[in-house]
């Protein structure tokens, strides 16, 4: 195995899953918060939302596989999913781990939504909010050598900042729905 | 030229819609919204999709954020 | 234990069979002015028929129609839920939502025991092993009711008593079992229905209790008896709360087909000229008189709903009364689907602004077809089933009011009494 080959791959497909999971946050809160333009309908809000969600667990399938294939860091395939057991890092790795059993659990019960109870998959779904930062954290901790570099940090402060702000957004946004079944009835 | 009719229906679950609007973007054909947002299926509560409208239906169906809209047949409509 | 006599009872060798003609439901009451305690009910009555499910044939055939508003055929609605492949559970309705409705609390004030009779005999027919009779909470009804169960010893299936919230929705079917389901009295959306799928997953066969007070004397005259009189498509009697303008209201009980003259007249007659009469209560129809006079009071005929025929005085306006109405009924939505929320409120501004002299009758027709249907239950279609009936049955009234003369009558007492409902009572 050529090894500084595995351990980039692993460090680029994590910063790239991040940048996914990030976009998919996004586009989740703008779906919440029912966004829609002339250039952006409801449809495909949601539809950005799902594929990239996908997309960002086929990066982080990557990202996990070459870490366990480099021999450098001893990391295992039980790593992944059950936290803090490594040798490497074992607390932010394990912070990873603990958020790729969160997103696994958030795409089942979304791939099989219409067979799920709906309000588990919510319950499934609002841990994305945990399992976000998580991904944010993990990253710093598991590589502070990677964070000493410039780009690496404003990559970083880009995705956080973006998440932010949605949810800035989405704090200020009402519905008369929403409201009407809060409160028992629209207030006529 | 006739269209033929499938044999499915388009049903909203009323509790479960909250006028998010998906259904009337990808399936204007046969879903108008009323002016608070809420969906109105062309033929009424059991209209019948027409043939060619089936796989647009079926993403309206998977679009829904609530699972609100369903594609059934009569048969099975109380 | 079954309360099946070894040896024919002492008083008598066969139950008395009773008249054709006058009451049945209230025959006790009418003779006797008292409400009747189980020996008085057995002593008129019989005791608790011993059959099984063979009463299903036997209401089939008298052509029993519930008497909760729907007019669906019972026999239909009892073999579907005997059909089930689980226990059923037979749910006995005498929460009466409608507020101009006082027949189901007569009938369980006075005969308590034909209503629990035709609960256990719908139990053994269908196959169930509860049954459940709901009735409003706070009611003093309730106390008198669990007294009457209190006498009895030996049914089959014993009754149990529970009682709902005072919501005009709370009664509807789905509501009722939902309420029994989760302790939330709101309809849910069909299917499956509640033959189907009811209490707790059952099949469920939920029937107002004047329907079960019925099959009670089903089970003991028979099928022809029950024909003898009523209307061939609708045949025995009706319950009907007769109110408004009329000199004695009261809960009158009447055979299906008897004209909207006659009824009135039961009710002691129109108290002062009267310009319509409403039928089928809140949720119901208007109808202009004198034209409505030889209607007659069938399901196929009417759109007849829950027994009740309110007269409203010509002196009052029955946009006005009808404004009023649809604002009760507009807060009693159970705010879960959005054409009833938002329709209904905006229909009663429309109807506001309409009664003060606006021009909002377009807008109005408009948002009527709109609503209509487009609930997950029946209660938005009742109130445009009202509010259409109004524009028709007082149509040159309408007619100047969209104009921008609203008539005298606004301010007129209608004599129909409509709670405040609504906002801020809850559904459990």
Redesign the interface.
């Known amino acids: 195995m050529n090894q500084p080959i595995m351990w980039y791959a692993s460090r680029a497909t994590g910063l790239i899953a991040l940048v996914l999971f990030t976009v998919a946050v996004v586009f989740g809160v703008l779906?919440n918060g029912?966004f829609t333009s002339t250039r952006w309908?409801?449809?495909v809000v949601?539809?950005v939302h799902r594929n990239v969600s996908l997309l960002a667990v086929a990066f982080l399938a990557v990202h996990i596989g070459t870490s366990i294939i480099d021999p450098f860091a001893g990391i295992g395939w039980l790593d992944a999913i059950i936290p803090f057991g490594s040798i490497y890092h074992p607390f932010w790795l394990g912070l990873g781990a603990v958020a790729t059993d969160l997103t696994v659990a958030i795409m089942v019960t979304s791939l099989m939504?219409?067979r799920v109870n709906?309000r588990l998959w919510r319950a499934v779904h609002w841990t994305s909010y945990a399992c976000w930062p998580l991904a944010v954290i993990h990253g710093i901790g598991t590589g502070p050598a990677d964070f000493q570099l410039g780009w690496v940090m404003v990559l970083n402060g880009a995705c956080v900042l973006a998440v932010i702000v949605a949810l800035g957004w989405r704090v200020g946004v009402t519905?008369?729905?929403?409201e009407a079944?809060a409160a028992g009835g629209p207030q006529c | 030229m006739a269209v033929t009719d499938s044999d499915q229906v388009l049903r909203?679950?009323?509790?479960?819609?909250?006028?998010?609007?998906?259904c009337a973007?990808?399936l204007p054909e046969l879903v108008d919204l009323?002016?608070?947002?809420?969906p109105?299926l062309a033929g009424?509560?059991r209209g019948t999709v027409p043939a060619p409208l089936v796989p647009q239906a079926k993403a309206a169906v998977a679009?829904c954020?609530?699972?609100a809209l369903r594609l059934t047949y009569p048969g099975?409509?109380? | 234990m079954l309360n099946r006599p070894a040896q024919p009872s002492p008083a008598w060798t066969s139950p008395p069979l009773a008249p054709t003609t006058g009451p049945r439901l209230l025959a006790g009451w009418v003779e006797t002015a008292r409400p009747a305690d189980l020996a008085a009910h057995i002593a008129r009555y019989g005791p608790l028929p011993a059959v099984g499910p063979e009463l299903i044939a036997t209401v089939h055939a008298a052509g029993l129609r519930g008497r909760g508003g729907a007019w669906f055929p019972t026999g239909t609605k009892l073999t579907a839920v005997a059909a089930g492949r689980r226990r059923a559970v037979v749910v006995g309705n005498g929460a009466e939502g409608e507020p101009a409705s006082h027949k189901d609390h007569a009938l369980l004030t006075v005969a308590p025991h034909l209503v629990l009779d035709g609960m256990v005999l719908a139990a053994t027919a269908v196959g169930a092993d509860e049954a459940i009779l709901c009735v409003h909470r706070g009611d003093p009804l309730a106390v008198t009711v669990r007294a009457a169960i209190g006498q009895r010893a030996g049914d089959p299936v014993p009754v149990r008593l529970v009682e709902t919230p005072v919501r005009f929705v709370a009664s509807e079917e789905s509501a009722l079992v939902n309420f029994l389901n989760t302790g939330e009295a709101r309809p849910?959306?069909?299917?499956?229905?509640a033959y189907?799928r009811g209490v707790r997953g059952r099949p469920t066969l939920v029937d107002n209790v004047e329907t079960l007070a019925n099959v009670a004397l089903i089970a003991r005259y028979g099928a022809d008896w029950f024909r003898a009189t009523g209307t061939p498509d609708a045949p025995g009697t009706m319950l009907v709360t007769v109110g408004g303008a009329v000199v004695r209201p009261g809960v009158r009980e009447m055979p299906l087909g008897t004209t909207v003259a006659t009824a009135l007249g039961v009710g002691g007659g129109l108290a002062e000229p009267a310009g319509a009469v409403l039928v089928g209560g809140f949720g119901g129809t208007w109808l202009p008189l004198p034209a409505a006079n030889d209607a007659r009071l069938a399901p196929g005929e009417l759109p007849l709903g829950v027994g009740i025929l309110l007269a409203l005085p010509a002196r009052a306006c029955g946009l006005a009364t009808t404004t009023r109405i649809m604002r009760y009924l507009a807060g009693e939505s159970a705010m879960?689907?959005?054409?009833?929320m938002?329709?209904l409120a905006?229909i009663v501004g429309d109807l506001e602004a309409l009664t003060m002299g606006g021009p909002t009758l377009d807008r109005l027709r408009h948002r009527l077809g709109?609503v209509n249907?487009?609930?997950?239950c029946a209660h938005p279609n009742g109130a445009v089933r009202l509010a259409a009936s109004a524009l028709t049955a007082f149509a040159d009234d309408v007619a100047a009011h969209a104009a921008g003369r609203p008539c005298a009558g606004v301010g007129v007492e209608s004599g129909i009494r409509v709670p405040a409902g609504g906002m801020g009572l809850g559904w459990r």
């Open positions: 779906e029912r309908p409801r449809f949601a539809a939504r219409p709906a519905h008369p729905d929403t079944r | 909203v679950n009323p509790i479960a819609c909250h006028a998010h609007g998906l973007e990808l009323d002016e608070w947002g809420y109105v009424g509560v679009a954020p609530t699972l099975r409509v109380s | 849910t959306d069909r299917p499956p229905r189907e879960q689907c959005g054409p009833c938002f329709g905006a709109m249907g487009r609930g997950a």
